[in-house]
């Protein structure tokens, strides 16, 4: 089992302003990758093995580093904050409940800053909408808090022009950005939807495609593995076409394979090889 770590540096200056015309994708990161990993013994040392990694990698400044809830330990983001010297966003559930609790309280009495952006596209609609805080530690309560909020997300599924399904989800985060104001609430969007992004890309395609869950094995074994499914991940999620597909094509042709490990430029492989 493993535990990783996944962060962006935004590049360019940050948006203040509310959008409501479509997009088709998140602004730009100069960086987003997983780029870390450790073995741990059982699930339950999961979030120590984290705030370990953050500790060994120093001061990042500039950098803004995503959590699930998992992760939302006041020792894990005294690391991000005190020793990385960057910022955390963290997803709040039921796992943290007092701090979710007065984020939603917080929520529902008062809006900062408002943000929404709209996406169209393989048969669904979807409107992502903010709605930021900008708060002390003391009075979210919780450790370098200085920014919070509620991200609502509407999706329809439409078929032969009509909309056969609409679900609407909702979720609070924290984070750490002194800056926050100036920043403003899209920058916080944006930032949830690559986080969600990494998830997608990366780690349920590992779960899923790859059916790393279902993998019992340790030791140097476990580690490698874990490692070479990270990089194929990543690899491919910029590469149209299925992950299975891809699998399939590089399976029955081991060159492909050959190929990936010797090349120093991915878009050259991609055109030369897929």
């Known amino acids: 089992m493993n535990s990783s770590i ?52 120093g001061a990042i400044p ?42 939603e309280s917080l929520a529902n009495r008062r809006v900062d800053d408002t943000a929404e952006t709209f996406d169209i596209g393989h048969g669904r609609a979807e409107k992502r909408r903010v709605e930021m805080l900008f708060t002390t530690p003391a009075e979210v309560g919780y450790a370098h808090g200085h920014a919070c909020g509620r991200i609502t997300r509407t999706r329809e599924q439409i078929r032969e022009g009509e909309v056969r399904e609409t679900k609407e989800e909702t979720e609070y985060f924290i984070a750490s950005h002194k800056d926050a104001r100036q920043r403003g609430a899209r920058f916080f969007l944006d930032v949830a ?22 993998i019992r094995m340790g030791g140097a074994y476990a580690r490698i593995k874990a490692g070479i499914q990270s990089m ?11 992950t299975n597909c891809i699998q399939r094509r590089i399976a029955s042709k081991p060159k492909i394979l050959m190929g990936l490990m010797a090349c120093k430029s991915l878009p050259k492989w991609v055109l030369e090889f897929l």
């Open 193 to 214: 939807r690559e986080h969600w992004a990494i998830e997608n890309k990366l780690h349920h395609v590992k779960d899923r495609s790859m059916d790393e869950d279902r």
């Open 232 to 242: 194929a991940a990543v690899t491919f999620s910029d590469i149209k076409g299925s």
């Open 6 to 57: 996944s962060m962006a540096r935004r590049s360019g200056p940050p948006s203040t302003r509310t959008s409501r015309e479509p997009s088709s994708s998140p602004p730009p990161l100069s960086a987003r990758k997983n780029f870390l990993q450790t073995a741990i013994t059982d699930k339950n040392h999961e979030d120590e093995a984290a705030a370990n990694l953050l500790a060994r990698i």
């Open 62 to 103: 500039g950098t803004t580093i995503t959590f699930d809830a998992l992760h939302t330990r006041g020792e894990t983001h005294d690391v991000v904050v005190v020793e990385n010297k960057a910022d955390y966003f963290c997803v709040l559930k039921k796992n943290t409940k007092t701090v979710l609790n007065r984020v």
